[in-house]
């Protein structure tokens, strides 16, 4: 096959599949659900079955040249080793080898969030710039960083962990033990905790509205909806997760100083409110030099930022070119 890739975002829902030409263009895709539950053996499966799906949903014979696959969790990205993916329930996978076993083709495995960012520096947000710092923010909040234009993996393969970063020793407890992190006050999760927090005290009225007054159906979203028809209470949440969020991003820009900040995932669709009230924590917090040096733009990709990452590793990994100076 000439130069074909196959990529894969692997997420504890979904499994996103596809077909990729040499120059990075999707020929086919498919996306099927991940049924983590039961267990490694079957999941593998099911990603190999993707594989021959798109395929021949694209009319290719032979086998393509490389396969490049997001996980999530922490991850060795050398031998392809998944430490802990919780929403896998994955412990000590051997991702890269159980791939290569069943497909026959070099696999290549990184964070999904480092692919997330490659993604957008490849064929989105990112064309252009060689320093350039991703942030999803979603049910958690995680990161990649491109320095120098590299995708930048630290010593232990664990940089970009953004949503963890200290904002306030005091706040609330994160999932992953620590207190104050940016995931814990900034992440679609933090604003539904909120706002469940809000209504059990008996206030929060309007958002509890929104969810067809079933507090266990509260959202992100619910929140966005009664901040759009003018809660107060709705506002505040969103301002102080914004709030956060810009604190967050100040940090990043006076460690790294980068050109490039894009932010993505489905809590940034919570309304303007979100981007307005985070760019002003900004602007008070950024040292001025590296604030005027930096923008700010929304993700180009939507939900296929990861995906075309993985694109991006498998062309890399089959020896392909996707652009100049990247590795």
Known sequence: MDKAVVAVDLGGTKIYTALAGADGRV???VLVPTRPWEGVDAVIGRIVGTVDQVLERAGKGGRPAALGIGCPGPLDAASGLVHHAPNLDWHDVPLKDLLEKRLGIPVAVDNDANLAALGEYV???????????????????GGGLI????????AGF??????????DPGGPRCNCGNSGCLEAMASGTAMAREARLLIES??????????GGDVCAVTAREVARAAAGGDDEARQIIINAGRAL?????????LLNPALVVLGGGAMQ?????????EEEISRRALAAARRRVRLVPAELGPRSGLM?????ALQKSGGIFRSGMV
């Open 27 to 29: 020929l086919a895709e």
């Open 123 to 141: 064929y989105g947000a990112g064309r252009g710039e060689k320093d350039m710092v991703y942030i999803t923010v979603s049910t958690g909040i």
């Open 147 to 154: 320095l120098d234009g590299r995708l930048y993996h630290g």
């Open 158 to 167: 664990g940089a970009g962990e953004i949503g963890h970063m200290t904002i």
């Open 202 to 211: 008996g206030r929060g009225r309007a958002i509890l509205e929104a969810a």
């Open 246 to 254: 810009g604190t967050g991003v100040a940090n990043v820009i006076n």
């Open 270 to 278: 919570v309304g303007p409110l979100i981007w307005e009230t985070m």
């Open 309 to 313: 990452g993985a694109v991006a590793l």
